[in-house]
């Protein structure tokens, strides 16, 4: 092999890596040599984090946010003192990381690892209290307004479920934690996006123009970081949207400042605006003395009543100390304030916008890049004048968009200019990119070959080649490229399925079902008598969380017929399946046959028994009871529709087999395959337990060995049976 020929690490990453490397490097040798600052800095973090969780934090916690129906438990002899050692670790590397970067900011400079930037002190004060600010804000809003309503529709759920709320003292507060975390972070959005506008990173009118997109992003941000319930997530996206609102505007305001301000006479615009200036502040003492006089704060209080909100916002005279009269003065004085505040800034930034706009007009024909040419600033005539990078660099949603304001502008000659330009500029680069993306491709199938001719052997009896592989990778590509047609329909029936059952467990199936099954087992051993609550919720969304779960599990096993329908034809042009796909419609049938059968065995029987034993065992030894959700319910799941899933194994193997879908000798032949999917399988949807998997993961596959045996018997060892194309197979 050349050694000139490319290595597994290109060069650019090996020097991202290098880079990586001597910064790390020079950050812990700056902490060796001012070792003592950094570390006074941790430890006054970790012991400040300790007492604040002890004497403050905890209890503040518990008196605001811990509904009655809950109470908090603690697992472990060590789970409190564990837990204030952890948030004293982390507030103390928090106060230890800012240090570490101020003593190490001169060697990083000196090695030239990054800039010399010479920022004033008062600017980092600035930024820092800024980000201060809206970090509190976040927090505030997170604590007084979206944690009440949030613990008390979740603790409402539990209870309504037939749980016991009993969260861990750990998990309840590090949720706490992490979600006001992620408040503070997300409310530094404003400041993000006016930093990245100011620099020119990312232009400001990326974030005007892609707003939709981060809209969607910010419904998905909070569908993963809140319970999955839409008035929860309305409570966490409706700020953020109305944040990335503000932060438009922020941006909008800093990028005219810096490009208009050498332009304008601040002290004129105050000599020619003063009057209105004055004016506004004005109306501001005035609303805020009526807010005082007419009862606003009060009013304000009642709505934060009704919305289930704690906070109560003190009067200006509780405050201070002073009489009512004196309040509403001085309240009114804070509005006057406020208001002369944004009016002057209104007035500054309409004339650094007319300014900015005059000097791009007078630059506007000697752009020193092509590709930096405003379009937006052209009439018809200079779009079909400007050069072809001017188009090179936009996309087709921002060539839109720019047709969209001139065609609101009535220049529909404009428009079209747009659009012709964009095409013919993106015609000439489609066809460059097209001989680019054949050759990357025939690369990266190669690449995809080589890499996977070794794993296929775990699921093959002989070794396989690359070219074995390139077989498969297109074969597999083939089969799942069938299904983009179709997916529409996949998707919707598993869609349909999992909310139809979510809906059903959430709206108070879960506990129809929780009360059947415990009137199944001997009454001695139920909840109320054994002296404990059962089961019981560890963390605040766990009831949530397992209802989501097995609605996708139970509508993945409804859609699985869907799919195996409409990939039939590419499986069997690929010769991997055989026979009349209406067999299928015969095996959804069965599937659901041999679940209800084998869920009525294991509800009624089997199920009951099991636990009724477990309690027995665990009342002999003198034990109080509390099962939690997760494992109850899991188990309870598989002692019954999980039993029912065993059951449809074998049959769908026989259905298979008698079909000439799938032969005895293929399934003989691949049962590596099924297997390691089993425990794959198990490993995604069983809690992080490794018994909870082998659980799973053993019966299915005890259970298609047991399959391979009852069609070896049928088949006399695969010398009959099936049709006549599986007997040739």
């Known amino acids: 092999m050349s050694s000139s020929g490319s290595g597994p690490i290109d060069p650019s990453t090996a020097r991202t890596i290098e880079s990586g490397r001597q910064t790390l490097g020079v950050m812990l040798r700056t902490a060796q040599s001012k070792l003592q600052h950094v570390f006074i800095a941790f430890v006054v973090g970790l012991i400040g984090g300790i007492m604040a969780m002890r004497l403050y934090v905890w209890p503040k916690l518990e008196e605001d946010l811990l509904v009655e129906t809950a109470n908090v438990i603690a697992q472990t002899p060590f789970d409190v003192i564990l837990m204030q050692v952890k948030i004293g670790l982390f507030t103390g590397a928090a106060l230890a990381i800012p240090v570490l970067l101020y003593h190490a900011r001169e060697p990083l400079v000196e090695r030239e690892i990054i800039p010399d930037v010479s920022v004033s002190r008062l600017n980092v004060a600035l930024v820092a209290l800024v980000c201060a600010g809206l970090a509190s804000a976040g927090v505030a809003y997170a604590y007084f307004l979206f944690f009440p309503l949030m613990f008390e529709f979740l603790a409402s759920n539990a209870v309504g479920a037939g749980l016991a709320p009993k969260y861990s003292i750990v998990k309840w507060t590090e949720f706490i934690l992490f979600l006001a975390l992620s408040f503070a972070l997300a409310a530094q959005l404003p400041l993000a996006v006016s930093a990245f506008s100011y620099s020119g990173i990312i232009p400001y009118e990326t974030f005007r123009d892609k707003w939709k997109y981060a809209v969607v992003g910010i419904f998905a941000f909070g569908a993963f970081f809140s319970p999955p319930d839409p008035f929860t997530q309305i409570l966490w996206a409706s700020p953020l949207i109305l944040l990335y609102g503000l932060s438009l505007y922020c941006a909008k305001v800093v990028v005219t400042m810096k490009r208009g301000r050498e332009h304008v006479d601040v002290r004129g615009v105050f000599r020619e605006r003063w009057n209105r200036v004055l004016g506004v502040g004005v109306l501001g003492f005035a609303a805020g003395y009526a807010t005082g006089q007419y009862g606003g704060i009060e009013a304000f209080n009642a709505g934060l009543e009704f919305i289930g909100s704690s906070v109560r916002v003190p009067t200006v005279s509780d405050v201070l100390g002073v009489d009512p009269a004196t309040g509403y003065l001085v309240l009114g004085g804070a509005f006057a304030v406020v208001a002369l505040t944004?009016?002057?800034?209104?007035?500054?930034y309409v004339a650094i916008d007319r300014a900015a706009q005059q000097v791009a007009?007078?630059?506007?024909?000697?752009p020193e890049n092509p590709g930096d040419i405003d379009l937006n600033e052209l009439h018809a005539a200079g779009v079909r004048a400007a050069p072809p990078e001017a188009?090179?660099?936009?996309?087709?949603?921002?060539?839109?968009?720019?047709?969209?304001?001139?065609?609101?502008?009535?220049?529909?000659?404009?428009?079209?200019?747009?659009?012709?330009?964009?095409?013919?500029?993106?015609?000439?680069?489609?066809?460059?990119?097209?001989?680019?993306?054949?050759?990357?491709?025939?690369?990266?199938?190669?690449?995809?070959?080589?890499?996977?001719?070794?794993?296929?052997?775990?699921?093959?009896?002989?070794?396989?080649t690359e070219d074995d592989i390139g077989g498969y990778y297109y074969d597999i590509r083939?089969?799942?490229?069938?299904?983009?047609?179709?997916?529409?329909?996949?998707?919707g029936t598993f869609m349909a399925l999992m909310v139809?059952?979510?809906?059903?467990?959430?709206?108070?199936?879960?506990?129809?079902?929780?009360?059947?099954?415990?009137?199944?087992?001997?009454?001695?051993?139920?909840?109320?008598?054994?002296?404990?609550?059962?089961?019981?919720t560890l963390h605040p969304v766990e009831a949530l969380v397992f209802q989501v779960k097995i609605s996708v599990v139970l509508a993945a096993i409804g859609t699985l017929p869907v799919i195996i329908y409409y990939i039939w034809p590419a499986l069997s042009d690929r010769g991997w399946v055989t026979g009349d796909r209406r067999v299928i419609a015969v095996w959804g049938g069965g599937l659901v046959g041999g679940l209800a059968l084998g869920s009525y065995l294991g509800y009624s029987f089997v199920a009951p028994e099991v636990i009724s034993f477990l309690v027995y065992d665990a009342l002999d030894a003198g034990m109080v009871i509390s099962f939690t959700v997760s494992t109850f319910a899991w188990m309870v799941f598989l002692l019954t529709v999980g039993i029912g899933i065993l059951v449809d194994i074998p049959v769908t193997m026989v259905l298979f087999h008698a079909g000439g879908i799938v032969s005895y000798q293929t399934m003989r032949?691949?049962?590596?395959?099924?297997?390691?999917?089993?425990?794959?399988?198990?490993?995604?949807?069983?809690?992080?337990?490794?018994?909870?998997?082998?659980?799973?993961a053993l019966p299915i596959a005890i259970m298609y060995l047991v399959g391979l045996a009852i069609l070896a018997v049928v088949t006399l060892g695969g010398r009959r049976g099936g049709s006549a194309s599986t007997r040739t197979a």
């Open 669 to 696: 032949r691949r049962w590596r395959v099924p297997v390691i999917s089993a425990f794959a399988f198990s490993a995604l949807v069983t809690p992080d337990s490794l018994y909870t998997m082998l659980l799973i």
């Open 478 to 491: 083939f089969v799942f490229s069938s299904l983009r047609s179709r997916a529409f329909r996949i998707v």
């Open 342 to 348: 944004a009016a002057a800034l209104y007035y500054t």
């Open 391 to 464: 188009f090179a660099s936009l996309t087709e949603d921002e060539a839109l968009a720019t047709a969209n304001r001139a065609l609101e502008a009535d220049d529909d000659e404009k428009a079209q200019a747009v659009l012709n330009r964009f095409d013919e500029v993106h015609a000439d680069l489609d066809e460059e990119a097209v001989e680019a993306e054949q050759a990357a491709a025939d690369e990266e199938s190669n690449t995809v070959q080589s890499t996977a001719a070794g794993m296929m052997d775990a699921f093959t009896e002989e070794e396989t």
């Open 361 to 366: 007009q007078s630059r506007l024909g000697q």
């Open 500 to 536: 139809g059952i979510f809906g059903w467990l959430y709206y108070g199936g879960f506990r129809e079902v929780r009360d059947n099954f415990i009137a199944r087992i001997p009454a001695d051993v139920r909840p109320l008598a054994t002296g404990g609550e059962w089961p019981i």
